[in-house]
């Protein structure tokens, strides 16, 4: 046993400094266990979609190392399994979770569960994602302010978070209104997660999405006469995923697409999704196609297109 004697005045300093350390890491593991207690099991959607298993975040909310993002339907939820703190680190256990869309239940969690309804143990070993962050220097800010720079909250809108191109799809999908509100709908286990509710719902649009938002073109739409429509000249098929190859998901998705006077592809929007990181490969193919641009009394138009994109494995 260590014995500690004090008769100075610099004893009695040196003691309050120890408390002093003390106090911060006493308050951050209290707000650990408010925060524990408030996200386990529940569903929260990563900042920035950051991909990979493993991701360190500064006490700033800032990830360190290497950033890499991919789409939001492969690396943006995840369902927070484990919220524990170790001396100066926070570590978050979650599972990614996947997401597809279907005529009847719209964007809706791919991830296979058991007869509790939990997540199936093998999706939790694969898709395992772990979040360590440093809370040795948040005194007096509390971790839930940290979470918050990590995660999406009831304050951000989704709508705004995710890259162009998915920008009209979820607006309209979130607010029920609009041409794609059908096409682009959530289930309900998804609208319960914080930022896609009334806020994401309500998200000003830019304009160049609004200026194209209607009438939406469809594969089968009537041309203008003395118009004619435009014809690709390069035009490679997107890359299935890893993941929706693994899960053998497929399907059909519809982008919007406006072929300008150069026969160049610009303001896509996706019309119809699929999910898994389909959308995403789509969108990156379609970007480099090239087409002999569409005519109007034989002098170049630009034309907006519907183009189907066809995922099968065969």
Same mark, same amino acid.
């Given at each position: 046993?260590?014995?500690?004697?004090?008769?100075?005045? #610099?004893?009695?300093?040196?003691?309050?400094?120890?408390?002093?350390?003390?106090?911060?890491?006493?308050?951050?593991?209290?707000?650990?266990?408010?925060?524990?207690?408030?996200?386990?099991?529940?569903?929260?959607?990563?900042?920035?979609?950051?991909?990979?298993?493993?991701?360190?975040?500064?006490?700033?909310?800032?990830?360190?190392?290497?950033?890499?993002?991919?789409?939001?339907?492969?690396?943006?939820?995840?369902?927070?399994?484990?919220?524990?703190? &170790?001396?100066?680190?926070?570590?978050?256990?979650?599972?990614?979770?996947? /997401?597809?869309?279907?005529?009847?239940?719209?964007?809706?969690?791919?991830?296979?569960?058991?007869?509790? *309804?939990?997540?199936?143990?093998?999706?939790?070993?694969?898709?395992?994602?772990?979040?360590?962050?440093?809370?040795?220097?948040?005194?007096?800010?509390?971790?839930?302010?940290?979470?918050?720079?990590?995660?999406?909250?009831?304050?951000?809108?989704? @709508?705004?978070?995710?890259?162009?191109?998915?920008?009209?799809? /979820?607006?309209? *999908?979130?607010?029920?209104?609009?041409?794609?509100? =059908?096409?682009?709908?959530?289930?309900?286990?998804?609208?319960?997660?914080? &930022?896609? *509710?009334?806020?994401?719902?309500? +998200?000003?649009?830019?304009?160049?999405?609004?200026?194209?938002?209607?009438?939406?073109?469809?594969?089968?739409?009537?041309?203008?006469?003395?118009?004619?429509?435009?014809?690709?000249?390069?035009?490679?098929?997107?890359?299935?995923?890893?993941?929706?190859? #693994?899960?053998?998901?497929?399907?059909?998705?519809?982008?919007?697409?406006?072929?300008?006077?150069?026969?160049?592809?610009?303001?896509?929007?996706? @019309?119809?999704?699929? *999910?898994?990181?389909?959308? +995403? =490969?789509?969108?990156? @193919?379609? @970007?480099?196609?090239?087409?002999?641009?569409?005519?109007?009394?034989?002098?170049?138009?630009?034309?907006?297109?519907?183009?189907?994109?066809?995922?099968?494995?065969?």
């Amino acid at each position: 046993m260590t014995r500690l004697f004090c008769r100075t005045t #610099a004893c009695h300093a040196l003691t309050a400094a120890v408390l002093t350390m003390y106090v911060p890491l006493i308050a951050a593991q209290d707000s650990l266990k408010s925060v524990r207690d408030q996200y386990q099991n529940k569903i929260l959607v990563v900042r920035n979609f950051y991909a990979g298993h493993s991701l360190h975040f500064a006490s700033n909310g800032k990830l360190t190392g290497k950033q890499v993002s991919d789409d939001w339907t492969t690396d943006g939820f995840v369902q927070i399994d484990e919220i524990n703190g &170790s001396g100066q680190s926070m570590l978050i256990r979650a599972t990614r979770l996947q /997401i597809g869309w279907s005529s009847k239940s719209g964007f809706t969690v791919l991830n296979k569960r058991d007869r509790e *309804g939990n997540l199936d143990k093998k999706e939790k070993k694969h898709h395992e994602l772990q979040i360590q962050a440093d809370i040795d220097s948040l005194a007096p800010q509390p971790v839930e302010v940290l979470l918050s720079q990590i995660f999406l909250t009831g304050a951000d809108s989704f @709508a705004t978070a995710v890259p162009p191109y998915w920008k009209l799809c /979820i607006h309209d *999908g979130l607010s029920g209104i609009g041409n794609l509100a =059908q096409t682009c709908s959530f289930s309900r286990e998804l609208l319960d997660v914080p &930022s896609l *509710g009334e806020q994401a719902a309500n +998200a000003p649009l830019s304009p160049v999405i609004e200026r194209d938002r209607s009438p939406f073109p469809l594969p089968t739409s009537k041309v203008e006469k003395g118009v004619v429509p435009p014809h690709a000249t390069y035009s490679p098929e997107p890359p299935f995923t890893d993941l929706a190859r #693994a899960r053998r998901f497929q399907g059909m998705l519809i982008l919007s697409v406006r072929i300008d006077e150069a026969g160049h592809t610009n303001d896509i929007q996706i @019309a119809r999704p699929l *999910g898994c990181g389909l959308d +995403a =490969q789509a969108v990156r @193919a379609v @970007a480099d196609w090239k087409f002999i641009p569409a005519t109007k009394d034989n002098r170049p138009v630009s034309f907006l297109v519907a183009i189907e994109v066809d995922f099968h494995l065969y």
